[in-house]
């Protein structure tokens, strides 16, 4: 018998609503404690009195769900009351002195992966669900809690699991079963290995979905960039000024960009200064360039190119960049041909940052350079899960490997190895570690 904990499962807070859970053997038997009607059947809401000791302090509705048939896989109880602070600590407190233990961080969620209600893909997508910042987060999150991950784990886990039986059956019955030939076994292999790299290789995506995309606003000082920086964000943040140099420390700004988090830095420009202030704002763009995903490259229209344009150019050079033709309100000292002969393979845009036109036409090619993301292709959305895959896939490597150098028994043991793994995200297979640093996230209640 697991003991039965309780948390209050919705934010600390004023609300209209509060809910305390309970799981294990004994949630429904304290509940009846301090509930005054008789719950007999479960998946059924009871509305009644809330007491304590006898004496009612709230009214609320109790749903009971019998094990199996619950979050946790255990027999769960929620009691809705009404959201305020006092009230559900008041109940919550007393079900801890009747019995109950007050659960860990996302106890409710370890147990119900503990009991094969979900694996740790969804126990994951669980977590994503509750932090996702944007809308593409939520999608991201729910395609995942819907078992997408699992699926296409579990048949990879499959494939491996039948080549090894080949391979087995050869090497235990060698009289009667003919051996398979050596191209098709590596060509089976070789298949497996290309779909979890495959899998492997949404992670970078699913980052730009959950942890978003840095963007760097780079260009000498005075050029504009704290303007289109404050153009971008749509108010005032960044301190605009007509001295060179005084945007001297970067200015962070992260902002939902069509659905993803997108982090806007304003550099301060990249130049030789016997200024320490500005020499460590100048360390510090040089770093957030080599951070960024993409670079917004900010030039002045009505000033000629000069020693530091180019510079900064070949600072950026490999990195992602669309260039930015500023200041093209006033009159032109440096012009839109003259920037394609220096980035003929780059999008170079003219604006206003000031009179803020143009602003639109930098967005969608933000949009187009990284945003080109097709959520429905991302399956692997975190680092526990990226760590297992890659574990999964060196044991295959070597075993390709193997399979031109060694013996086939040596083989099969790394599959065997791969295919532990992969068991290893489910019910009693997953281990303390895994289990211990996807939980550690979590709040209690959860
Ligand atoms: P930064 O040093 O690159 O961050 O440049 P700022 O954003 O501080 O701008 C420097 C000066 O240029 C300020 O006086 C701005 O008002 C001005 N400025 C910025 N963008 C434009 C623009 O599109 N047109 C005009 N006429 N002035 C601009």
């Known amino acids: 018998m697991s003991d039965t904990i309780v948390a209050i499962s919705t934010p600390r807070g004023f609300g209209g609503i509060g809910v305390v859970r309970l799981s294990g053997d004994k949630a429904l038997e304290l509940t009846q404690k301090i509930f005054n009607k008789k719950i007999e059947l479960p998946r059924y809401a009871y509305y009644g009195a809330i007491s304590i000791e006898g004496t009612p302090i709230d009214t609320g509705i109790v749903i009971y769900y019998r094990k199996p048939h619950s979050y946790t896989g255990e027999d769960v109880v929620e009691i809705s009351m009404h959201g305020g602070i006092k009230n559900l600590e008041m109940v919550l407190n007393h ?3 009747l019995g109950a233990r007050l659960a860990e961080k996302g106890e409710f969620t370890r147990r ?3 009991n ?3 694996d740790i893909f969804e126990a994951n997508a669980v977590i994503e669900l509750i932090e996702a910042k944007t809308e593409k987060g939520v999608l991201l999150a729910s395609s995942r809690l819907f078992g997408k991950l699992s699926k296409v784990v579990e048949s990879v886990r499959k494939k491996i699991h039948e080549v090894n039986l080949q391979i087995e059956a050869t090497i235990d019955f060698p009289m009667d079963v003919e051996e398979i030939p050596h191209n098709v076994l590596k060509n089976s292999l070789n298949e497996i290995k290309n779909e979890i790299e495959k899998l492997l290789s949404t992670y970078r995506d699913s980052k730009v979905i959950i942890e978003g995309v840095r963007i760097a606003i780079v260009g ?3 050029v504009g960039k704290s303007t289109l920086l404050n153009a971008l964000l749509r108010f005032e943040r960044a301190i605009v000024s007509e001295i060179p140099g005084t945007t001297r420390d970067t200015i962070e700004e992260t902002i939902d960009f069509y659905g993803f988090p997108v982090k806007i830095i304003d550099t301060a420009g990249i130049r030789e200064s016997e200024d320490i202030i500005e020499k460590m704002g100048v360390e510090r763009s040089k770093r957030a360039i080599e951070t960024s995903d993409l670079i917004l490259f900010v030039f002045d229209a009505s000033a000629p190119l000069t020693e530091d344009d180019l510079e900064l150019a070949k ?3 490999g990195k992602m960049r669309i260039i930015v033709l500023n200041k ?3 009159p032109k000292a440096l012009t839109k041909e003259e920037l394609l002969k220096l980035f003929p393979n780059e999008p170079v845009i003219e604006i206003s940052a000031l009179l803020k036109e143009g602003i ?9 350079k990284l945003l080109n993301i097709d959520i429905d292709s991302i399956l692997v ?3 526990i899960e990226y760590d297992l895959l890659s574990n999964a896939l060196t044991h295959i490597e070597n075993a390709i490997e193997i399979l031109d150098t060694g013996t086939l028994d040596l083989v099969s043991e790394e599959l065997r190895e791969a295919i532990e793994i992969l068991s290893g995200v489910s019910g009693e297979n997953i281990g303390e570690t895994v289990l211990r640093a996807i939980f550690e996230r979590f709040c209690i209640g959860k």
């Open 328 to 330: 093209s309100d006033l």
């Open 381 to 383: 959305s975190n680092k």
């Open 220 to 222: 000498k000082p005075n």
């Open 116 to 118: 094969g209600k979900m």
């Open 112 to 114: 119900a992966v503990e």
């Open 315 to 317: 600072f950026t050079e």
């Open 360 to 368: 639109d036409a930098v967005e969608s090619e933000i949009k187009k």
């Open 95 to 97: 079900l801890i002195s």
